[in-house]
């Protein structure tokens, strides 16, 4: 076994700890007070400088040794979600709809594993900015550092992040070149037509009929509009409208999820979207208001960046642990963000066969903690020579 390798191994049982201990007391997005009060006072304990409170809740460690110029960014994210949580494992949630089930909590300790490392042995010659990041699930974490000045207050020249993966073969890193995650876009269309009895269509303007046709039309995008070597997903999560049999209600609520594989398509879906929605309406006689969400983006992958994270990790765990090119995913991912303003390199780990991350049933394997934690330590390393 890597030498690096053996001795995180040694370090499993510690940050098992710490990772059972955030999944016991699960936080939702800007809601992580607590989470980010007990990282901070580890990552205190051991020398580090801590910056609390960057884009609400989210917090960067950082840890200077010698006089290299260089600097790097190792981001971590901290929230749960609003999931009941169905294992019956020692360490389950104790709060009453919200759990761990992303693995934000082995993503967490990882680094908190790595962060202890460094710290013993400081074998590197330059700065390394650890981002114990909010809010990833509601994609809203990264934008909010980001506009609280993330890059200015803690300059990196390289970002790095990882994301457990169910399905794939447990302990083995995946990387990817270029895009990997999707842009996800959330909307809302808010149709408002003329309401009546039920009795009396004749006196009504009915945004139903009128939101039910376009749900059929919005399905025409991606199948008609989007090339088949392109991907592109185009839903209807929610439609709210009325809330009596007989009623025919003034208004109706079409909630979108978009997600796109480039920025190309991101842009003819979106202007698609815009076009149908204002054919629809006007043929049914409504009018429409399109809520635009936070503007999505494709994490991509700096290539030369990624071939030499993608080394490193041969290095520290052998040829046959790390796969090259990895899967692309069409979820969404807001280290995105990150990557458009700083080189950026995002691997997957694989988690193995367990429920898909978001599931009730979901489990992070603790078996990966001392991979991640070492793969941290050998990148900082290696770009802090």
């Not at 981002?131 to 000045?149: K, N, R, S, T, V």
């Not at 309406?281 to 992958?301: C, F, K």
């Amino acid at each position: 076994m890597n030498t690096l390798l053996n001795t995180l191994s040694a370090d499993q049982g510690q940050m098992q700890s710490w990772r059972h201990h955030m999944h016991r007391y699960p936080e939702v997005a800007f809601d992580e007070h607590q989470t980010a009060s007990y990282i901070a006072g580890l990552l205190r304990g051991w020398g580090y400088d801590v910056t609390s409170g960057i884009g609400k809740t989210g917090l960067v460690a950082s840890l200077k040794v010698g006089d290299g110029k260089r600097s790097i960014g190792l981001r971590a994210d901290t929230d749960a979600l609003a999931v009941q949580e169905m294992n019956d494992s020692e360490h389950k949630s104790m709060v009453d709809g919200k759990s761990h089930t992303c693995g934000h909590d082995g993503h967490s300790a990882m680094l908190l594993g790595a962060a202890q490392h460094l710290a013993r042995t400081r074998n590197f010659n330059g700065t390394v900015h650890l981002i114990f990041q909010p809010a990833e699930e509601i994609m809203g974490g990264a934008l909010a550092m980001i506009e609280d000045g993330l890059f200015e207050r803690f300059p990196m020249d390289a970002v790095f992040g990882m994301h457990n993966m169910p399905t794939l073969e447990r302990g083995k890193i995946y990387f990817t070149s270029g895009p990997l995650f999707a842009a996800v876009d959330n909307w809302e269309v808010i149709l408002t037509g003329k309401g009546s009895h039920g009795a009396m269509p004749e006196r009504s303007i009915d945004p139903v009929v009128a939101g039910a046709s376009l749900v059929m039309a919005l399905q025409s995008i991606v199948s008609r509009n989007v090339a088949a070597k392109d991907s592109a997903v185009v839903s209807v999560g929610a439609f709210l409208a009325g809330d009596a049999g007989n009623v025919i209600p003034q208004t109706a609520t079409l909630r979108l999820s978009t997600r796109t594989s480039n920025p190309e398509t991101r842009k003819h879906v979106l202007g698609r979207i815009k076009a149908i929605v204002a054919g629809q309406s006007a043929s049914y006689d409504v009018s429409y208001e399109i809520r635009e969400g936070a503007p999505g983006a494709v994490l991509a992958n700096d290539p030369a960046q990624t071939e030499e994270c993608a080394n490193v990790a041969r290095a520290l765990l052998g040829d046959d642990q790390v796969i090259m090119p990895g899967p692309t995913f069409m979820g969404s991912e807001d280290f995105a963000y990150y990557a458009q303003k700083v080189r950026g390199t995002y691997c997957i780990i694989g988690n193995g066969d367990t429920a898909m991350v978001h599931h009730p049933m979901y489990e992070f394997d603790d078996r990966n903690l001392s991979i991640g934690a070492a793969y941290w330590v050998a990148v900082t390393e290696h770009y802090l020579k």
